[in-house]
Structure formats: C-alpha cells, structure tokens
C-alpha cells in the first residue's frame, strides 16, 4: 500500500474520534505544506506560519518544527473565547537553551511552557485571571527528543494540566477569562520561542475530563498502531 493511502487511512482514523466530540473547535494535524496550517473543522482557524517554522515529519505523518524563531498565528474568534477550554497537542523539543521556551498560548491568558527546574525541563501551565497569574510547576521531567502528549484544561475553577494523560499540574486560580482578542499561537508566548516540534494541535470549548483526554491521546496512538501494522502488512505483501 503506497505511502499517502496509509496516511489517508490515519487521519481517517484519527478524525473520527475527534470530530465526534461536539467540543472541538479547532484541529491542526500539521500535516501541511506552505505557509497556512490547516484547521480541518471547517471552523476557518487557519493559522499563518510567521518565522523559523518548517514541516518535517512527526509522531503521526507530519509536523511543524520551530526553530527558536518562529510560530504559528490563529486569528481570534468568539468561537476561541470561551469560559472552559481545554488544549490538546503532542510536543517534542530538542534544545535546553532558551531555559523557558512557550508553545502553545492565547493572547495573555494562558500559555503552556517548558520551563527549566534546576538542571531538569518541566511543563508550566500559566493563567491569567483578572490581573492575577497562577502558575504551576509540573512533576514530570521532559527529555528532549522525545515526543509526549500535553493537555491543558481550564473549567473556570483552575487548570489542570496532564501528560501522557496522567495528571501533572493543578493551578488553584479560577475566575472568568478576560478575553481581549488577540492570537492563539503555537511555538511562542511572549517572544519566548520552542525549539522543538508540534503535531496533532487540538482546542476544545470545553474542559475535557481526565478520561476524554485520554482518549483524545490515544486516537493518536490508535493511528500509529494501524499505521505499522498495514506498513507492515503491505511489505509482507510485496516479498
């Protein structure tokens, strides 16, 4: 079976999961070419590539990789502006330095970061509510060059973070979100830049329960299963 029939076989897969659950609002697999990073909800959150972005391959089909100069821009929509939201996205970096490199944020409401811990990387959920932030370290080390699954819910009680889908970090703040338009962006918050890559980016309007964020993990994970099984199938076909 040739290479692009097994990709459409995946990301058949891997959207029939995600589309049937009412909550998503935008879904770029970063399976791209070009400079626009396709939302395929067919909610119009395009995203624009500004910078030192490349598409190479990633944990299913393709990805974006930042270089520590560049991001992704979505355009703000009501539609982005909600009072729970959960963000869901499988990262992988490949440098230490910068110390804290953001990859996934909402004008300056939220933001997902790597953030150096002593001699040690972790993931840093941030939110802002009203004039406060309320941030919190997470537990689990990252190593570079290794992909995980990053989910951030915020359920207007405070966030939750979970990494490869076992809890990781709770921020006590809640409240209302104080949107004021702006961009969702991936790969940067505040001119502090990822070098590392992002597949499979997910935003619901809703905060997802622990077991939803599983699932949403493992429909990627499904993907990759099917995907080496039917490569494997068709080279035993062709010997």
Do not use: C
């Amino acid at each position: 079976m040739r290479t692009r029939e097994v990709a459409a076989i995946a990301g058949a897969m891997l959207l029939a999961w995600t589309t049937a659950h009412a909550g998503l609002v935008g879904h770029w697999p970063l399976d791209d070419s070009g400079l626009e990073a396709e939302d395929i909800t067919g909610n119009g959150h395009t995203g624009t590539l500004q910078g030192g972005v490349e598409w190479v391959s990633g944990q299913f089909g393709g990805a974006a990789l930042f270089d520590g100069t560049g991001q992704i821009q979505v355009a703000s929509t009501p539609m982005l502006e909600v009072e729970e939201l959960t963000g869901t996205m499988w990262i992988s970096f490949f440098d230490v330095d910068p110390p804290r490199q953001d990859f996934f944020s909402k004008n300056d409401r939220f933001a997902l970061s790597l953030h150096e811990a002593g001699n040690d990387f972790k993931v840093y959920p941030i939110v802002k509510v009203g004039a406060d932030w309320f941030v919190a370290p997470g537990n689990v080390v990252i190593e570079p060059d290794v992909w995980h699954h990053v989910a951030m819910v915020y359920d207007g009680d405070g966030s939750t973070t979970y990494l490869d889908g076992v809890l990781d970090a709770e921020t006590p703040g809640g409240g209302t979100l104080d949107w004021v338009g702006g961009l969702l962006t991936f790969g940067t918050f505040e001119a502090r830049y990822l070098k590392g890559s992002m597949d499979e980016i997910k935003y619901y309007d809703t905060a997802l329960t622990e077991g939803e964020v599983i699932e949403d993990m493992n429909a990627g994970l499904a993907v990759e299963a099917e995907h080496k099984a039917t490569m494997t199938w068709a080279s035993l076909k062709a010997r």
